[in-house]
């Protein structure tokens, strides 16, 4: 499974940004597909995740601002990222679960105040 993510960019706090994640390779052995994301100096966490089912899950930091989706046609997770706040900023990474997980390159997503 290849992971390509694109979206990312600089925003002031408040403002919005749309992650897109599309997957290519072993697409039917994808269980679910989510983002994580590396805050500098910090520790890789979950934002949200997505299941083949539809099924989704968000971090306590996101709920409510973020939302994830996924268009089967095009094979593409999107993470929609309203109200951004400073505390966002970090390196966001695609994941795609196969029962191994498949990691994209990174987007920076950077929120001034």
């Known amino acids: 499974v290849q992971l390509v993510e694109s979206g990312g960019g600089l925003v002031q706090a408040g403002g919005s940004l749309r992650l897109s994640c599309a997957a290519s390779?072993?697409?039917?052995?994808?269980?679910?597909m989510g983002w994580y994301r590396q805050p500098p100096g910090k520790q890789r966490e979950l934002v949200a995740t997505?299941?083949?089912?539809?099924?989704?899950n968000y971090a306590g930091s996101v709920k409510g601002r973020f939302t994830i989706s996924g268009d089967n046609a095009k094979n593409t997770v999107y993470l929609q990222m309203n109200n951004l706040k400073p505390e966002d900023t970090a390196i966001y990474y695609c994941?795609?679960?196969?029962?191994?997980?498949?990691w994209g390159q990174g987007t920076q997503v950077t929120v001034s105040s």
């Open positions: 994941n795609a679960d196969t029962g191994f997980r498949f």
């Open positions: 390779g072993s697409i039917s052995s994808i269980n679910a």
């Open positions: 997505i299941t083949r089912g539809g099924s989704t």
